[in-house]
């Protein structure tokens, strides 16, 4: 007995429906009228049975999507340490992106923790600073009526998203509702794109990790910096794309390459829901979970070598190329690949290992764009630049910094008056004190008589000798005749400042004793 489409979960439709990704059709097919007869279970009385079901891990109800292989557990000690590692890192991210950001690619391609991921994908795209930026924006966007020329097609693709996940699996329900506010925010957010049926898949994976807000900031991202162009109207930048993959694929297996140049098969029949969706649609969803880990920090690189992967693997070989005789054969061996290819653990190897650069990529971008001018003229659609990843994007836009302000070292009740600017602080007790033994000390030295000039002398030690001077002055005349010889005048200044510095330490000692 036939299964129906929705029974995969968030795998490929079934074999011999239209392709996916376009926007005029996504994920229709021949037995989409069972799946919306599944999915269409919405009221507590039918959900309630429904409900009865096993969840898995994902969320997503067993029997519908766990059967897809093998899934990589990680050990639980293992799992603690990543989740240690991770928040530190996102409570420094700034600190990390700026001197550790080759750190921050390793451990994505190591897999985010569940826990942490919706909050690291927020901060990998730049989500979190465009909520920063924009307080409540997509309030105003939610309250707002929305054009229902976008309303209506989007009401009708809610419960084709994931069916059989346990936010989306009752229709009219929170997983739809929020689904459907982050659409619409979007299409009044840039009316002149407005909705792309592939946008409704990427959402509601955002939606399974972070609510309605944040998700609608990391669809914009995604949407403007990492595939820019991919939702317009005429869908010219998801062309150029397929072309950039076919030529890649020349280098990375030349026997898919010429077996498809053979057959005359356009790219856009097999990777147009491939990187409208960012693989939601295809893989089993561990593989999809670790792809967007890479993706949100990488960028489009990793979509590009997943594409590669699975086009090497599934018509890589003489073997597997004679098993497709034509167009026919083709399109459907990419449609139902191998489980083994999608196997989390040895697709994360491959994609790591594939070497296909963010500059292969710029370059091929320039030579394409230049042969779409030649043959067709200019693009209609002026898409802004493509940012590679978590490092380009936060270049382009930094985040707020908080103003640097000085951390006072005396620091005072919270009730207690500021002192003014031209007031002097009040210095602590210690302090006052120590000015009060000071001042009494410099009083009592103050009133004790000044010694004479002969004291002087005298203290002076074995300097010079002792002579009986007068208190008065004499007068300069008299004192013209005694003047001692030049060479002596200097031991007698010196020992009359040495003993001024006596004096003077003396006093000090006092004070302080």
């Not at 699996?169 to 509702?177: K, N, P």
């Not at 004790?448 to 002398?457: E, K, S």
């Amino acid at each position: 007995m036939a299964k129906s489409s929705g029974e995969n979960g968030p795998r490929a439709p079934a074999a011999g429906g239209s392709l996916s990704g376009t926007r005029e059709s996504l994920a229709q097919g021949p037995d989409a009228a069972a799946t919306d007869e599944l999915s269409s279970l919405g009221s507590d009385s039918e959900a309630n049975g429904f409900a009865e079901r096993r969840i898995d891990k994902f969320g997503f109800i067993v029997g519908s999507q766990g059967a897809e292989g093998a899934l990589e557990e990680v050990p639980l000690e293992v799992l603690r340490q990543r989740e240690s590692k991770w928040l530190d890192m996102l409570n420094n991210w700034d600190k990390w992106m700026a001197k550790k950001h080759k750190k921050i690619r390793l451990r994505c391609q190591k897999g985010i923790p569940p826990s942490l991921r919706g909050r690291a994908w927020q901060y990998l795209s730049g989500g979190k600073v465009k909520l920063q930026q924009n307080p409540g924006k997509f309030d105003e966007l939610d309250m707002s009526p929305g054009d229902p020329k976008w309303l209506d097609v989007i009401e009708r693709d809610l419960h084709r998203q994931f069916p059989f996940h346990e936010m989306f699996v009752s229709r009219g329900g929170h997983g739809q509702q929020d689904l459907f506010r982050v659409l619409k925010a979007y299409t009044l957010y840039r009316p002149e794109e407005g909705y792309c049926q592939a946008q409704a898949p990427i959402a509601a994976v955002l939606l399974m990790h972070m609510p309605a807000e944040q998700a609608f900031w990391c669809l914009v991202q995604i949407c403007e910096k990492y595939l820019p162009g991919y939702y317009s109207e005429k869908l010219e930048a998801i062309q150029l794309d397929g072309e950039i993959l076919f030529s890649l694929l020349q280098k990375v297996s030349p026997v898919a390459h010429k077996h498809l140049s053979r057959q005359k098969i356009d790219p856009l029949l097999y990777m147009t829901e491939w990187f409208m969706c960012a693989f939601a649609r295809t893989l089993p969803w561990s593989s999809v979970l670790r792809v967007w880990d890479m993706f949100f920090c990488e960028g489009v690189k990793i979509i590009f070598r997943v594409g590669l992967v699975l086009l090497k693997h599934a018509l890589g070989s003489p073997e597997k190329v004679k098993a497709c005789q034509g167009q026919y054969e083709t399109i459907e061996r990419l449609r139902s690949l191998s489980p083994k290819i999608m196997q989390e653990a040895f697709l994360v190897q491959e994609v790591v290992e594939l070497p296909v650069t963010e500059r292969q990529i710029e370059r091929e971008h320039l030579i394409q764009l230049r042969r779409w001018q030649e043959t067709r003229g200019e693009l209609q659609c002026r898409s802004p630049p493509r940012l590679h990843g978590a490092k380009a994007i936060l270049d382009a836009e930094p985040g707020p910094r908080p103003a640097l302000q000085p951390s006072p070292s005396i620091r005072l009740p919270p009730d207690a008056p500021l002192p003014s600017s031209k007031a002097k602080p009040k210095p602590p007790k210690q302090v006052q004190k120590e000015q009060r033994k000071r001042t009494k000390a410099s009083g009592q030295l103050d009133k004790t008589p000044a010694p004479n000039q002969a004291m002087v002398v005298a203290a002076a030690g074995d300097a010079c000798p002792p002579q009986d001077v007068s208190p008065k002055d004499p007068a300069p005349q008299d004192l013209a005749p005694q003047d001692p010889a030049p060479q002596d005048s200097a031991p007698q200044d010196s020992a009359h400042h040495h003993s001024q510095e006596s004096l003077t330490s003396q006093e000090s000692e006092d004070t302080y004793l």
